[in-house]
Structure formats: C-alpha cells, structure tokens
C-alpha cells in the first residue's frame, strides 16, 4: 500500500500533523473522568474497549514536544505542573480520537487504502510544479516525526473522525419564532421610574466601643497567611545553549553549598548570583518583583517552612527559594482594626437608615394614586438608560412593579411602566441567527460527547500509569 501511497497526496499538511482535526469538543471534560482501574502490564488506559499502550502514548507526546519551540518545551520540563497538564493533555487526545474511531468501528465505516492514496496525491505539500514528489513527501515526514505507515493511519484516523462527526459538526436549523423572540428579549427597551437614596446623605454620629465590639463580633476581619520569603537567583540567557549550560554549573555548586549547611546568602554570594530577602506577604498582595509570577507564589504558599526549594528553571534563570516564616490566618486584634472598625460601621449605620428612608418611599409608591418623590424617568436597554445597578432589574421584573434594588453605595426605588418593541433590523437579526444556530450546534455536540464518555469510558490502568508518571 506504501508504494501506492508515494502516488498520492492531501489537504494542507498542518492540519493533520498539528492540530489532526478540529473536532476538539469531543475532549471536552475528558481529564476529569480519565481515572480508574487497571489491567495488563504495558497499557496506560482503556477507552471502551480499545487499550492504549505505553508506546502510542510516548510516540504521541514525542510528536507533540515536537511541534513546540525550544522555549515552550523548557518550560513543560521546567516546572513539574506543566508537566503534569502536557501529559494530560496528550492523554486526552489519544482518548478523544480512540472513542471516535470506536464509534466509527461500530458503524462499520472504513477509508480503503485507494481512498488514502487519492488524498496523499492531492496534498499541495508533498508536490513539485504539480505533481506529486517521493522526496518532499520524505522530508516532511520525516520532520513531522511519522513513518509512511503512520502517517496513512492518522489519515485513515482523521477521515473516519469526519466521517462520525461531520453530522455532528453540520448546521442547526433555528424557527423564525425563536429568533423573533430571542430578538425582542435582547434589544427591547422598557420605560422606568426611579429615585435614588445614597447612603452617604445619611449622617451618624462617632460610635461607642461597646457599638464597635458588637460590630465587630458580627463582622469580625481575618487576616490572611502570610510568608516571609528568600531566594538565590542565577540569571541567564535561557536560551543560549553554552550561556544556559554555565548557569546551570553554577547553580549546582550553589545548590551543592546549600545541601553542605551553608545559608543561602553567603552561597549566593560566594558564586556571583543575586540574593533577596523579602518580608512577609500574602498571597494577594506580593511585592513588586518579577520572580514572583502567579505560579511562583502558588509554589511558595504550597512549600514548608524553613526548607528550600530544587532548582527552578525560569525564562530568565535558575532560582532557589527558601521559606522563611509563616504566619498562620488568624482573626484580627479588635484593637488593631478599631480604626477601620469605626469606618465600616458608620457605613453599615449609613445603609440602615437609607433604607428605612427606601422602604418610606416605596410605602407611598404603592399606595392608591401614590407617587414617586425625587423620580427619573428613563427609556433602558439591556445595556444603558439608567445606573448599570438598575439595567438586570429594570428587565428582571414584571411590568407594573415597584421594588427596592440595592447598589454599591445607594438603594433605588424602582418602578416598572412598560415594554416597548425593538425595531427590526436585518443585520442584528441575521446575527442573532447565526448565533442561536451556534448555541444549538454546541449543544448537540456536547451531547454527542456524553454518549461518547458513556459507550466508551476511560479508565486508567493505575499500576502503569503511576510508573510512567511517576505518581
């Protein structure tokens, strides 16, 4: 069949080798449910019947490291998360492309070899002024990391794919009725009435300390944990092969002082490279360092105290960190807060009295012939018209209705006239369209997904899978 292959060609050859087929919804939620049990000695999962092998998944993650920069394959090997979520990631793949072909085997659907021979042939990237060259199909082969037999089998695998999902993946028809209506509920407009009470218009007196620890046992402030932090930094042109070389050999001299009892400063600056004390901080409020990126500080609130870290491969260099002290959450001391004690109670007395004042207003709104005092009157959208705090209610409630709506800082008195229709036009309604045909589409193929995890459920062998990963 080789031989008939090299008289052949296809489609643009990125969206085999790269991307295979863009029908990635059928993973959607596949690393959630691909843990379970175990049988056999070299297969690393089950999906349905089918077994996966050690092998296909490291030719898969081989393949897969190889489409990547030299930058984006450091940084999988650089932090042990990202390493983690690249293996599930090329284990998702297998057990999403695996479930098709399985659905695909019990359709009885097959891609003969003249069929794979005929779409070699007609591939744009393994042709020469026309025609279809042994030597360009070789070479790029041979880049793509694919023997000829693989790569007629991801083919075949990605035919057999369109041939189970292009039903899937075709058009959804929507009624006019749905549209007109999904229409008016986007772009009609309503006319309200409104009068707003801020809480600031409402003065209070400076509180007791009996108010303020009454208050506080209601509302008391946690503060959160907070660590102190050091580290060794050797910076260095990561991707320089002799520069990233060098800063490595000096990072495992000072990694070696470390391990021998010396502290990290004077390691630090025994070899050249930069140290940095820095005081406590919680995970919300970091100093302004660049070393602290979010998955540094998720390291270091995850690290136990006084021990340093392994070596740390970064974009700019290698890194230690040692935590130093850690300070547990803990509930504040009523008088170390009493000063912002007395702010928020003031507010909190403020909303109080606003809204009685709110609920006076809303009395004489609902009684016979009663009126509004202070009132606006406005036409809204879904998206102005009014505070943006009145737009979700203005829409929410029925027409005809009065209500108190709580804001930031006020209340609003809130009463509801009438609808008025949009008016029609045909470009948003053609959007809107395509729109719910899309939402339509997403929900036929999210269910399409289920019965897929349903008829063919993923299981991990557990004895394999922690020797390959280490668990």
């Known amino acids: 069949m080789l031989e008939y292959l090299r008289n052949a060609s296809e489609k643009p050859v990125a969206k085999i080798l790269i991307s295979i087929l863009a029908f990635s919804f059928v993973g959607w939620g596949v690393a959630e449910w691909i843990f379970g049990g175990t049988v056999g000695d070299n297969t690393v999962m089950h999906i349905g019947k089918a077994d996966i092998s050690v092998q296909q998944y490291n030719s898969e993650k081989s393949r897969e490291?190889?489409?990547?920069?030299?930058?984006?394959?450091?940084?999988?090997?650089?932090?042990?998360?990202?390493?983690?979520?690249?293996?599930?990631?090329?284990?998702?793949?297998?057990?999403?492309?695996?479930?098709?072909?399985?659905?695909?085997?019990?359709?009885?659907?097959?891609?003969?070899?003249?069929?794979?021979?005929?779409?070699?042939?007609?591939?744009?990237?393994?042709?020469?002024?026309?025609?279809?060259?042994?030597?360009?199909?070789?070479?790029?082969?041979?880049?793509?990391?694919?023997?000829?037999?693989e790569f007629a089998n991801v083919l075949r695998g990605q035919i057999l794919r369109s041939m189970v999902l292009g039903s899937v993946s075709a058009p959804v028809s929507v009624?006019?009725?749905?549209?007109?209506?999904?229409?008016?509920?986007?772009?009609?407009?309503?006319?309200?009435?409104?009068?707003?009470?801020?809480?600031?218009?409402?003065?209070?007196?400076?509180?007791?300390?009996?108010?303020?620890?009454?208050?506080?046992?209601?509302?008391?402030?946690?503060?959160?944990?907070?660590?102190?932090?050091?580290?060794?930094?050797?910076?260095?042109?990561?991707?320089q092969p002799d520069k990233y070389d060098a800063g490595y050999a000096t990072a495992v001299k000072i990694e070696d002082d470390i391990i021998a009892g010396e502290t990290m400063k004077d390691a630090a600056k025994k070899h050249g490279a930069k140290y940095v004390s820095l005081k406590s901080f919680d995970r919300d409020h970091r100093p302004v360092d660049t070393l602290l990126t979010d998955s540094m500080v998720t390291k270091i609130f995850d690290m136990e105290p006084q021990l340093e870290s392994e070596m740390i491969e970064t974009k700019n260099g290698f890194v230690f960190v040692r935590v130093d002290e850690v300070k547990p959450a803990h509930t504040a001391e009523f008088d170390t807060v009493k000063k912002s004690l007395t702010n928020d109670w003031k507010k909190a007395e403020q909303k109080k009295q606003a809204y009685v004042h709110a609920n006076e207003l809303l009395v004489n709104l609902n009684k016979k012939g009663g009126s509004l005092a202070n009132k606006k009157v406005a036409t809204v959208s879904r998206a102005e018209g009014a505070p943006a705090e009145l737009l979700v209610p203005a829409f929410r409630n029925k027409i005809g209705q009065n209500s108190i709506e709580n804001g930031t800082d006020s209340f609003y008195i809130l009463s509801i006239?009438?609808?008025?229709?949009?008016?029609?036009?045909?470009?948003?309604?053609?959007?809107?369209?395509k729109e719910l045909q899309n939402m339509s589409a997403t929900g036929l193929q999210e269910d399409f997904n289920s019965f897929l995890k349903r008829e063919y459920p993923v299981k991990i062998n557990e004895k394999v899978y922690n020797r390959v990963f280490g668990k």
């Open 175 to 239: 009624s006019e009725f749905a549209v007109q209506a999904a229409y008016n509920a986007r772009y009609g407009k309503r006319d309200i009435e409104y009068t707003t009470v801020k809480f600031a218009d409402f003065k209070v007196s400076e509180p007791t300390d009996k108010q303020l620890q009454e208050f506080y046992k209601q509302n008391p402030q946690t503060l959160p944990e907070t660590r102190a932090v050091s580290y060794v930094f050797i910076e260095t042109d990561m991707s």
């Open 65 to 149: 490291l190889a489409l990547m920069t030299r930058e984006q394959q450091r940084a999988v090997y650089a932090d042990a998360e990202a390493q983690n979520d690249f293996s599930q990631q090329v284990l998702t793949k297998i057990a999403t492309q695996q479930m098709v072909h399985n659905h695909a085997n019990e359709l009885g659907f097959a891609v003969s070899e003249k069929r794979i021979a005929q779409e070699i042939r007609d591939f744009p990237d393994f042709q020469v002024n026309g025609k279809f060259s042994t030597v360009a199909f070789d070479n790029i082969l041979n880049n793509s990391g694919y023997s000829e037999a």
């Open 417 to 433: 006239k009438k609808a008025t229709a949009p008016k029609v036009e045909q470009r948003k309604m053609d959007n809107l369209r």
